[in-house]
């Protein structure tokens, strides 16, 4: 394939699309727009280009994919032939903390490691990776400590951050078991080795074929109770990893909750306190130990008002007291039935019905003793 660019090429890429790609490559969610389909992979990094022409005999993509080219000294997408994936030529590194990708002149993506996150300046999209025991001890010590106290570490907030690898520590729940996967994403060292991520289990190489490398994906996550065993593999232990799960079951509200987080601070909106974590904001409901289950809405609220945002449907609402008040219930008791403890049934029933209207679903769990 030439690898050759031109300008017209890049005035005519589609860079959102290159960007959401590179997003669910980086975060193990699909943020393309698309499903995933069988049979084929769509989106996979390369650390060394050298490796396209092995990748495309081997079939692990179509059209419809995108592959990141490391090395490709060019201004950014490549231009497309017909029958054959976007190819993005890159320079720097996808997967070393510390380092950089770029693509062209205008994007920047830098790669940095957990625990050392907290201390690093933020200078513009970051993507930030569990890389081993210490990087994933801070990760949970950050989460325990905003459960407990409603205090979220700053850097994870900052909308400038995605986290890496959200499949292995509970992102999968919110978007149905099995989004990620090599059908989402593969990562291709320059050894030519394939995973998921830089970070996971070995899944086989380029000559294996996809199927082979989905069988192998399959078969690792099969022994674990937890989704996904393998984009972490690399890096944590699977009892490590399958121990810090069961005991925080509400890591997928964590990981909803900072979304929401950086969503409002993108909007200017500050000082965000969460439902659920160091607290709740009704008072009715302040001795209502907090749920083993995940909600998939969030409620935030700050001085200025308070917030509801529906990740599955990629909304926010802004919301007044009385509503607030409803919301919180049903979310923390479980259904309007039970939330009629706290707060007017007739009120329950119109909030619950007029944001079903809207595409979100408070009552999502069976009735529940309060």
Same mark, same amino acid.
């Given at each position: ?63 419809? &994919? ?12 490549? &231009? ?40 690093? &300046? ?20 950050? *989460? ?29 729940? $919110? ?19 394939? &995973? ?88 009715? $409901? ?21 917030? $509801? ?29 039970? *939330? ?31």
């Amino acid at each position: 394939m030439n690898l050759s660019l031109t300008t017209d090429d890049l005035l005519q890429a589609d860079r959102r699309a290159v960007k959401r790609a590179l997003m669910s490559w980086g975060t193990g969610r699909n943020h393309t727009g698309e499903p995933v389909r069988p049979g084929r992979c769509a989106v996979v990094v390369l650390d060394n280009a050298d490796a396209l022409p092995d990748v495309l005999a081997a079939g692990l993509v179509d059209a419809d &994919s995108t592959v990141f080219a490391g090395g490709v000294d060019d201004q950014g997408p490549l &231009s497309r032939e017909p029958g054959r994936p976007r190819v993005v030529g890159y320079q720097g590194s996808a997967a070393e903390p510390g380092e950089e990708l770029s693509i062209g002149d205008d994007f920047f993506l830098q790669i940095q490691d957990y625990a050392t996150s907290e201390y690093m &300046s933020l200078l513009g999209p970051t993507l930030i990776r569990i890389c081993g025991p210490q990087d994933f001890a801070t990760f949970l010590a950050d *989460a325990d400590r905003a459960r407990q106290t409603g205090n979220f570490a700053e850097f994870a907030t900052n909308p400038a951050v995605q986290f890496a690898d959200q499949s292995a520590y509970g992102a999968t729940l $919110l978007d149905g078991a099995g989004v990620d996967g090599p059908e989402l994403r593969l990562w291709v060292d320059g050894a030519g080795q394939v &995973s998921t991520s830089p970070n996971g289990s070995l899944l086989g190489s380029i000559g294996d074929g996809f199927a082979a490398l989905h069988r192998k994906w399959r078969e690792i996550n099969a022994g674990s109770g937890f989704p996904c065993a393998v984009s972490l593999g690399g890096s944590i232990g699977q009892d490590e990893r399958a121990a810090a799960l069961t005991a925080r079951p509400w890591l997928p509200d964590y990981l909803m909750a900072l979304d929401a987080m950086k969503d409002l601070h993108a909007r200017g909106r500050r000082e965000i306190r969460v439902s659920g974590f160091g607290g709740r904001r009704s008072t009715a $409901l302040a001795d209502v130990p907090a749920s083993a289950e995940s909600a998939r809405p969030v409620l935030l609220w700050n001085e200025d008002g308070a917030y $509801l945002v529906d990740q599955r449907i990629g909304r926010t609402f802004g919301i007044d007291e009385a509503t607030a008040d409803a919301v919180e219930a049903v979310l923390v008791l479980g259904s309007v039935e039970t *939330a009629t403890a706290v707060v007017d049934p007739a009120r329950l029933r119109s909030v619950a019905s007029s944001f079903a209207a809207a595409g979100v679903l408070l009552d999502y769990r069976e009735p529940a003793g309060v």
